[in-house]
């Protein structure tokens, strides 16, 4: 450490040059913030304390598919199920049929069972006395400029009316909110009408609902409780499936894309290009200063002193453009989404995003550094003072 | 005084840059082939011409002592130009896939407001009332080339083990004379009222266990696979049936969601809405299926170019900065051999071009190279997501001609920027100084 001064002096002796490097690795490692927070992002999702204890039930036929109401009690009765509700799409666009709207019609109980969504406790009693009420997303009241109290038309795409138009009629009563730790962003923009005013109304929905959704009090024997209740539908016209809910969103996601792989074949054909360009600009440092090497060499410095002082200058160069290319993709994303007003939603990067950077600099630095950092361990004093 | 002149120097490079971008950006490849024309007459016809096409010619010769800062430069628009290639490659693959299932004059009628055919539903009533419509073609028994289909999805297990949706589509036998494309490859068509599935090539390769002859649990009952077709686009994904059975299995009775019907001719197509929307008992949407398609695939197609075009982006600036090191570098040693020339009365202008033109030689090189990679490593390959957050949809990179033209133009663009500033700073070195220098 003592030498730091001498490693620092050595990477800034060419300002130019290590500027322009440092912009480099900074433009890689910007991109692999951005990429790494997506990547993790989607690999977490449904994974929170909140969800673990969810379990969600379909039917086994297909997502489209409706299971009858009648479940309900079977499902209260498996062992380890504390509790159950059900809700099903309704979907819904506001005056455009291009504005798809996120709303489900849920059962009275539909929130107990989501503790990271928040609701004014007050509203929440206006909504269960009100059979047309709706709770709506605060990043939808925002969107549309809604208010509390005021009627809300909306226009199904598939269900109709019981007069037989596809206009439905809410009451807003109330917002959801998120929790303040809960980092699922998605009930922002929710929207929950009551199950029974949308099964009274629509004429083809008799008592069936698209999916269950149970609490278990052991979250270790979950996987036993979505079998039993599998088992109680088995070869009957409505088998189900059951799984936890963040092990049916990895798979939804997966479906959707393989974002493992396309990130990591993007970040090594970044890294790759960035190993060669930054081995060239050390070969060139070290190639300018065998003099200044052999010099230290001479006064006593032993060989592994100079291989480590070329390698310590190797990593810094990378650790400083690195880190300053992480710290730019984590206020990129904050400004991002501000100047879009939401719009466009960066991940945030998080410590395990850093974790594996930081350690991807160091491999890169002490990679790209390997071979200059020997060949000036390898130093024939003589001939480089003599300039051969 | 000397600041400002400096100031006032680096902004003018400034708007060239931009300049050059703003007309580069729209430019077809036969301009850039009259530019590239015009650039060869110039270098063999005038005399500062050829005094640029020797400086260049002395450059190109001696890179052989530069390989490895030459190489930085190759290899890093090669990864942009590769990275950017793929990545709309497979925005272009699945915007094809959709948009070529799509006809101008087959048209599809879905009901009023519905955003995509599974939202919709079509009572047998309105079907009746459709099909009746003069627009739509007859077949050589009078009988309307209609096809009234029903689209669900069903959950069948991935060839990785997992579970996934397929659209299982409920179709009648019109459905095969309104959609010629749609060609049988392998086993027979489906029987009517039998629990019988063809399926399409692309969700084969998808799904598990869906060869002719096979047993596929759908829910709690058994189909039989009995057919393979094969389509060049969407269809691919999906799997056929008898209508009727469809209907049974899903309990939707004898509504269906969507109605294809092939019309007399395209221009037919503005003739058939006015019809059905004369119609009061009908509320539908029609539309060509080359529109619907067109509109369905745009949003994802959007995201996709938008996410490559950002990565491209923050990769290109990275190589900015690589050819920018590179050529200061080549600049600086070949400093002797700058002043002499210009000592000797090549004026700057040569020596600009020569800079300039060996680095867009090279960012020539990293661009064929780059398209190359992404041709041979992505054009073909299969990639599958899930169309409407519903059902798989298969599809394949499409490395066009176009895509490769682009990916060429930013390397272009990449060696313009990495050249030009190295190349000014070359044709302004103060001769003495440099002579002496060394």
New interface residues.
């Given amino acids: 450490m003592k030498y730091f001064h001498l490693i620092w002096a050595a990477l800034f002796r060419r300002k130019?040059?290590t500027f322009?490097?440092l912009?480099?690795?900074?433009?890689?490692f910007?991109?692999f913030g951005?990429?790494d927070g997506i990547r993790t992002t989607f690999a977490q999702i449904g994974q929170n304390a909140d969800g673990a204890q969810r379990l969600q039930t379909t039917?086994?036929?297909?997502?489209?598919?409706m299971l009858p109401l009648a479940l309900r009690s079977r499902i209260e009765q498996v062992d380890n199920i504390e509790a159950v509700t059900w809700a099903n799409w309704f979907?819904g666009?506001y005056q455009d049929?291009?504005n798809?709207l996120f709303t489900i019609a849920v059962a009275p109980n539909y929130l107990d069972l989501y503790p990271e969504i928040v609701v004014d406790p007050a509203e929440l009693e206006k909504w269960k006395a009100t059979r047309n009420g709706m709770l709506v997303g605060e990043d939808m009241m925002a969107r549309f400029n809604w208010e509390v109290g005021q009627t809300l038309p909306l226009?199904s795409?598939?269900f109709p009316n019981s007069d037989g138009s596809?206009n439905w009629q809410f009451q807003i009563v109330g917002v959801i909110r998120q929790r303040e730790d809960s980092d699922n962003g998605f009930f922002g923009a929710m929207m929950l009408m009551h199950y029974d005013y949308f099964a009274e109304s629509t004429p083809y929905v008799n008592d069936e609902v698209g999916w269950y959704i149970s609490r278990v009090s052991d979250v270790n024997r979950s996987d036993a409780a979505a079998k039993a209740i599998d088992a109680l539908t088995?070869?009957?016209?409505h088998?189900t499936?059951t799984m936890t809910e963040q092990a049916a969103m990895a798979?939804?996601i997966?479906?959707?894309?393989d974002i493992g792989l396309i990130v990591g074949?993007?970040m090594g054909?970044?890294f790759?290009?960035?190993l060669?360009?930054t081995g060239?600009?050390m070969?060139?440092a070290v190639r300018e200063r065998t003099s200044e090497l052999a010099v230290l060499k001479t006064i006593g410095f032993a060989s592994h002193s100079v291989l480590a002082m070329v390698l310590a200058e190797s990593v810094l160069l990378v650790v400083l453009g690195g880190v300053l290319g992480l710290a730019l993709a984590a206020v990129l994303g904050p400004v991002a989404g501000a100047v879009s007003r939401g719009a466009v939603n960066l991940p945030p990067i998080g410590p395990g995003s850093w974790a594996l950077g930081l350690g991807l600099m160091v491999a890169i630095g002490l990679l790209v550094g390997a071979l200059p950092a020997i060949r000036a361990m390898r130093l024939n004093i003589v001939d480089a003072l003599a300039g051969r | 005084m000397n600041m400002m002149k400096k100031l006032l120097r680096a902004l003018g490079l400034l708007a060239l840059v931009v300049a050059f971008l703003v007309v580069w950006v729209m430019l077809p490849w036969q301009g850039a082939l009259a530019l590239a024309a015009a650039l060869a007459l110039w270098m063999a016809l005038t005399r500062a011409g050829r005094q640029a096409a020797s400086v260049t010619w002395v450059g190109v010769a001696t890179l052989r002592q530069r390989l490895g800062a030459s190489s930085v430069v190759v290899v890093g628009i090669a990864g942009v130009v590769g990275v950017l290639v793929a990545l709309l490659a497979m925005a272009e693959g699945y915007r094809h896939t959709v948009n070529s299932a799509g006809r101008e004059d087959v048209a599809i009628v879905l009901r009023g407001g519905s955003s995509a055919e599974l939202m919709s539903v079509l009572s047998r009533d309105e079907i009746l009332a459709i099909e009746r419509a003069p627009e739509i073609a007859r077949d050589a028994e009078g009988r309307p080339l209609a096809s009234a289909e029903l689209v669900v999805s069903a959950n069948v297990p991935r060839r990785d083990g997992e579970d996934g949706s397929v659209t299982l589509r409920g179709v009648g036998e019109m459905a095969w004379a309104v959609r010629p494309e749609v060609r049988l490859v392998d086993g027979r068509r489906f029987e009517t009222g039998r629990r019988e599935l063809v399926v399409g090539r692309g969700a084969q390769r998808q799904f598990q266990g869906l060869e002719p002859g096979n047993e596929v649990q759908l829910g709690n009952e058994r189909w039989t696979v009995v057919g393979v077709f094969e389509s060049g686009d969407a269809t691919e994904s999906e799997m056929w049936a008898d209508a009727e059975v469809v209907g049974a299995t899903y309990r939707r009775g004898s509504s269906r969601a969507s109605l294809y019907a092939k019309l007399t001719s395209a221009e037919a197509m503005n003739a058939f809405k006015a019809t059905l929307a004369a119609d009061p008992r009908l509320t539908v949407d029609a539309d060509t299926t080359l529109g619907y398609f067109a509109s369905q695939s745009r949003t994802l197609t959007t995201v996709l170019r938008v996410v490559g075009i950002v990565v491209g982006s923050i990769m290109a600036i990275g190589a900015v900065f690589g050819a920018l090191n590179t050529m200061f570098a080549t600049v600086a040693s070949r400093a002797r051999e700058i002043a002499t020339l210009r000592a000797i009365g090549f004026s700057g202008l040569p020596v600009v071009v020569a800079v300039m033109l060996e680095t867009m030689l090279l960012a020539l090189l990293g661009g064929l190279a780059g398209g190359l990679i992404a041709w041979l490593l992505f054009n073909g390959y299969t990639a599958s997501t899930l169309a409407g957050g519903v059902a798989s949809l298969s599809f394949e990179f499409r490395v066009s001609p176009q895509l490769l033209w682009e990916g060429l133009k930013w390397a272009l663009a990449i060696g313009f920027i990495g050249g030009l500033f190295p190349a000014v700073r070359a044709a302004t070195l103060p001769v003495t100084d440099a002579l002496r220098a060394m």
């Fill in positions: 130019a040059r322009l490097t912009a480099s690795i900074m433009a890689a910007l991109l951005m990429l039917s086994r036929l297909s997502m489209v598919q979907g666009a049929p291009r798809q226009q795409t598939i596809l088995a070869n009957s016209p088998e499936r798979a939804q997966k479906q959707v894309a074949s993007i054909a970044v790759f290009t960035l060669l360009l060239n600009t070969a060139q």
